[in-house]
């Protein structure tokens, strides 16, 4: 297969091509040192480069049609590894895969960008990070909730403390079952449920803005998968705030998807909804109300700039590390077996 060369430097292999590999592939092509170099899927399906059916629970994203003259497609992973061109691999499969896909990635001298959850059990995360340090490449989880405008607002008003200190914050994350990928979502012993796949997007933004949980207090319920499809919880974190999140894919059909928070400062209240479009960050403080602006690219396309900026740096990711990866993970489990107490 001939490879077309490039002033990129950096070749990016994606595994991985439904919703989430689509959403990469548009935030990759806006990245100025970087090319799609390969795609890889077993089955076949969309290297084409055509993923008008492709749909996920975040709508009005224009469909895409990949030019592939100049990217090579692959049914088998190891091929692609084998691809001179290509440099970093990312990682867009399901969950159970990614341990193995990121093992083989390091071995063969990639650097890899991996969708959340990192892997299935932090177990798995932590033989993942140990092996990134060893061979001395960067591998960094997709939490692209970090990277978002209104929640990159959020941490730098917490962390300034212009507001003063923070007394509560809610965070809420809820959605009807998935409607695509329903084999793997729907069985929890793959995808972990909606407090895996879901839910800790916002566990793992309670961390990056108040630290590590000393305990975490949750409920919930199945639905579609056979594990929690429906949790709340109560972290008890550093500096003592009142902080709780709410995830589930166990809205009925219609629902939507709803994603929002609510922080309470001392002199402030930061409100967000995702269905306010433009005006979804209010802040309320001295009496009044003022809709919040926040410039810069979307998360995923932040995600991957950051990404190839550590590549290029050789000091690795700032923003998010393999580590917050497994410690996510880590609270998640934590989350289970409270959830499971009677």
Request: aromatic share 8%; with cysteine; hydrophobic share 45%.
């Amino acid at each position: 297969m001939n490879h077309i060369p490039s002033s990129a430097p950096y070749g990016i292999g994606l595994i991985g091509l439904g919703f989430m590999g689509a959403t990469h592939l548009k935030a990759w092509l806006q990245v100025p040192d970087a090319r799609v170099a390969a795609l890889c899927n077993p089955s076949g399906r969309h290297l084409d480069g055509d993923f008008t059916d492709v749909s996920g629970n975040i709508g009005g994203a224009p469909p895409l049609k990949l030019d592939m003259s100049q990217v090579s497609g692959y049914r088998s992973f190891e091929e692609m590894l084998a691809d001179p061109t290509v440099t970093v691999v990312d990682i867009c499969t399901p969950t159970d895969t990614h341990r193995d896909l990121t093992l083989a990635a390091l071995t063969a001298g990639k650097h890899v960008l991996c969708e959340k959850p990192m892997a299935r059990t932090s177990e798995q995360a932590l033989e993942m990070a140990a092996a990134a340090r060893q061979a001395n490449r960067v591998l960094m989880p997709a939490m692209c909730l970090r990277f978002w405008p209104g929640w990159a607002w959020l941490k730098e008003a917490v962390a300034s403390g212009r507001y003063g200190k923070v007394l509560s914050a809610r965070f809420t994350r809820v959605a009807e079952p998935p409607a695509w990928g329903q084999g793997f979502f729907f069985d929890g012993a793959r995808s972990g449920g909606a407090l895996l796949d879901l839910h800790i997007h916002d566990t793992d933004f309670v961390r990056y803005l108040f630290g590590h949980p000393t305990k975490v207090e949750s409920v919930g319920h199945t639905k579609v998968s056979g594990l929690i499809d429906h949790v709340l919880t109560r972290y008890h974190v550093p500096g003592g705030a009142l902080v709780h999140a709410e995830g589930s894919w166990a809205m009925a059909p219609g629902f939507g998807f709803r994603m929002a928070y609510v922080v309470n400062f001392e002199n402030a209240t930061a409100d967000y909804d995702l269905a306010r479009g433009d005006e979804a960050l209010q802040l309320a403080a001295n009496g009044t109300k003022e809709t919040i602006k926040c410039e810069g690219p979307d998360g995923h396309l932040a995600q991957m700039l950051h990404f190839i900026a550590a590549v290029q740096s050789g000091t690795g990711p700032t923003i998010v590390t393999a580590e917050d990866g497994v410690a996510a993970l880590e609270v998640c489990e934590a989350e289970a077996i409270s959830a499971a107490q009677p």
